[in-house]
């Protein structure tokens, strides 16, 4: 896994791949935090290699994740690796169908994956998508239509969103 550190209009975005493919987002941190994330939710133990100098279709790759970052242009969506259980991979499938511009709530992401008891764990599982933007978890909001949380800060939620023209 190579991880580098690119600034974005939303601070700092760490970006990890392996097998050329984005395995890992985290937005306003440093790399040791996107592996510190990435093994707190149990996604990767991998080992891994900060700033190498990764090949051209790394750089690629991660250009592109990051243009989508910035951009918000979801055209070009770079080939991802997702790792995690069955039932996050459900709910990550499932908030990949959410298109740009609208909203859903935790309680139609379970209702969409055929588990309408499973909230809490929808919302754990969002909690722990490795891909954030990528897999737009942003766009999942409460039932009683507040912003509901997010791993980096309500700040950045609604700064997505309103790129996406979603008021909040």
């Not at 941190?29 to 051209?56: C, G, M, V």
């Not at 990051?66 to 790792?83: A, M």
């Not at 459900?90 to 309408?116: C, D, F, H, M, S």
């Amino acid at each position: 896994m190579i991880i580098n550190s690119y600034p974005s209009n939303l601070g700092q975005v760490s970006i990890a791949t392996t097998d050329n493919l984005v395995c890992g987002i985290a937005l306003g941190t440093t790399s040791n935090d996107l592996i510190a994330r990435l093994r707190k939710f149990k996604i990767f133990h991998l080992p891994y290699e900060l700033n190498e100098q990764p090949n051209i279709r790394i750089i690629n790759i991660q250009q592109q994740a990051l243009k989508v970052i910035n951009d918000g242009d979801y055209s070009n969506l770079p080939q991802i690796f997702l790792t995690g259980t069955i039932f996050q991979k459900e709910v990550w499938n499932a908030l990949r169908t959410i298109p740009k511009g609208i909203t859903t709530t935790y309680q139609q992401v379970a209702n969409t994956i055929g588990k309408p008891n499973s909230v809490r764990a929808v919302a754990n599982a969002i909690g722990a998508n490795p891909l954030p933007i990528l897999i737009p978890c942003h766009r999942v909001i409460r039932s009683d239509g507040q912003l509901g949380g997010y791993h980096f800060g309500s700040k950045i939620k609604r700064q997505l969103l309103q790129r996406e023209g979603i008021n909040c």
